[in-house]
């Protein structure tokens, strides 16, 4: 599996009130395991990978059950480290505590070409001797296409690509910054195992997340990149615009593919969209 880089931070505690904020816990035990938490917390934001780690039990058990699998201390600092990147996830309710445990839950949102998805999350966090002894992570993928969650049974098994649910949000950036950086998909012959090969991350990888994730075809995913160039060199352009010239200029390689496509996600012809852009300009440029 790829090593991804610390460059940010997913932080499931982002909005959380600060401690003194919190409500006063009567049962010390309660207030014990509020207070851990609330350093786990403060360590996440710091983006302190060894702050993290010294709040696990060398005991603890940490059990990703997206993947299905269960990591012990040895193995957490990789898995820490790859999911310290990525979108930010939204808390849907405190963080509740009772005696040793601690729970909540969020929603983490993907965007990636024109598909989006998201994971409804929750965490149980359970302390003892002052520190984080074992971790149930849960993740149920929402259907781009729908409302209603993605059972465990009905998805493809996810053990074999090495990520979990918030690593898959952090593929989702890496893949979105990769082609707004490098733009790979001005190259007509773009294929899959390319893309692959620039990001680090595997086809199996690549293709979970397009197909399953977020909806779409990697041939769609190229698409749409290559649609919003042209349609930002349109704006930009001076004149009256050959629109086949840019399109091949773009990456499509077939004036059929760039005319659905353009059609697909504008809901016009391109003549129509240059008239109504025409019409834009002149109205925005009259005193």
Request: glycine share 4%.
């Amino acid at each position: 599996m790829k090593r991804l880089r610390v460059s940010g931070m997913l932080n499931p505690f982002a909005d959380q009130p600060p401690m003194s904020e919190q409500p006063t816990d009567c049962d010390p035990l309660t207030a014990a395991t509020r207070a851990v938490v609330l350093r786990y917390h403060l360590s996440w934001k710091a983006r302190d990978l060894d702050a993290v780690m010294a709040l696990y039990h060398p005991q603890i058990e940490y059990h990703d059950l997206f993947q299905n699998c269960c990591f012990h201390y040895p193995q957490l600092r990789d898995y820490v480290r790859d999911s310290l990147c990525g979108a930010a996830p939204e808390h849907q309710e405190r963080i509740r505590v009772d005696g040793d445990t601690a729970f909540f839950q969020y929603r983490l949102n993907l965007q990636g070409g024109d598909g989006s998805s998201c994971f409804r999350s929750s965490e149980a966090i359970t302390v003892r001797d002052g520190l984080i002894w074992r971790i149930r992570e849960y993740a149920v993928l929402v259907n781009p296409h729908s409302t209603t969650p993605t059972p465990a049974s009905n998805r493809p098994a996810v053990s074999h690509l090495g990520l979990s649910a918030r690593q898959l949000g952090v593929l989702a950036d890496d893949l979105q910054q990769y082609f707004q950086r490098a733009q790979p998909y001005l190259e007509p012959s773009l294929d899959l195992q390319q893309v692959a090969a620039a990001t680090g991350y595997s086809r199996n990888q690549l293709s979970y997340l397009l197909n399953q994730v977020l909806g779409q075809s990697f041939y769609r995913y190229v698409n749409q990149a290559r649609l919003e160039h042209l349609l930002a060199a349109l704006a930009n352009s001076q004149g009256t615009p050959r629109i086949d010239e840019l399109a091949f200029a773009a990456g499509f390689n077939s004036l059929s593919a760039f005319y659905k496509c353009f059609r697909q996600h504008t809901g016009l012809t391109p003549k129509a969209y240059l008239l109504q852009l025409s019409l834009r300009t002149r109205t925005h440029d009259t005193p």
